[in-house]
């Protein structure tokens, strides 16, 4: 399928305001399946871009702002390619039939920052850890069962709530549902790091779309064998070619967007408004 894609987002400031550096993670992590066609990518006109890869090989425009600005732009431009792909296309190693996986220690070598959790969470009996159990059903009924359990909510802004809070809540945006889901499989055995995104949902009944107008966010899990594998939590699914990973990290700071501060003596007060429109040619 082809889809274009036009995205937006406009801060803006009381006053003019000195800005640090801004990254944007908005650049399609391409492979055999996305073809990038049509590329455009504007911001403020006094802006340095300068392109970059970061430490988990995402494309980013790294943003200089030489002047305080009062109106800081970034607007995106894609036609992409898309190739049909089955989410369960793949085959296991042996290492791999059971969690907790057990990985090589190469593997371990690289992944020992995406095995370790950094919560204390209480968990209910059917997300915690129990033994041995067959990999692809276990990460789908854990999928499952927050997406079922927790309620979904929009939250455009902000950093995510601690998974402990997310839990406690029953609801939550999906960043939170990616960082919740994502200790999760950590304290369950499983390599695991927060992804970034845009997703076509077309298909879908309007009261069924979780990431319409806005980016979205999920997991991918490390699995012998199969590599990573893309899991969304927040619409209860294994990632198929209607997800377009941008950006993937550890937290969710190595894979937001947009990110960047202004500074200066006094607090500005400020606004966001973002706009995104996916369509199918």
Not at 171 to 200: H, M, P, Q, T, Y
Request: aromatic share 10%; proline share 7%.
């Amino acid at each position: 399928m082809r889809l274009s894609i036009r995205y937006k987002a406009v801060y803006s400031y009381g006053e003019p305001a000195s800005l640090s550096p801004h990254l944007a993670r908005v650049f399609p992590r391409t492979d055999l399946f996305v073809k990038i066609g049509h590329t455009a990518f504007a911001t403020h006109p006094t802006a340095d871009v300068q392109w970059r890869r970061d430490l988990c090989d995402n494309l980013i425009a790294y943003c200089f702002f030489p002047e305080p600005v009062q109106e800081l732009p970034f607007e995106l431009e894609l036609d992409l390619d898309v190739r049909e792909r089955n989410p369960f296309h793949f085959l296991l190693d042996s290492r791999g039939l059971k969690i907790p996986c057990d990985y090589s220690d190469d593997e371990r070598a690289i992944l020992a920052s995406f095995l370790h959790s950094e919560s204390a969470l209480s968990l209910p009996s059917t997300l915690g850890p129990s033994g041995p159990r067959p990999t692809v059903e276990t990460l789908v009924t854990l999928n499952r069962w927050i997406h079922e359990n927790l309620e979904y909510e929009r939250r455009e802004e902000g950093d995510p709530f601690p998974p402990q809070e997310t839990l406690n809540r029953a609801a939550g945006s999906c960043r939170d549902f990616g960082v919740l889901f994502a200790e999760v499989l950590r304290i369950n055995g499983v390599a695991a790091r927060l992804a970034s995104g845009f997703v076509w949902e077309g298909d879908k009944k309007a009261e069924d779309r979780r990431a319409e107008s806005a980016m979205h966010a999920w997991v991918e899990a490390y699995l012998p064998g199969a590599g990573w594998i893309g899991i969304d939590p927040t619409n209860g699914v294994l990632c198929d070619h209607h997800f377009i990973t941008t950006a993937v990290g550890l937290r969710h700071a190595d894979v937001a967007p947009i990110a960047g501060t202004y500074y200066g003596k006094k607090q500005i007060p400020s606004t966001l408004l973002t706009n995104l429109e996916i369509t199918k040619s």
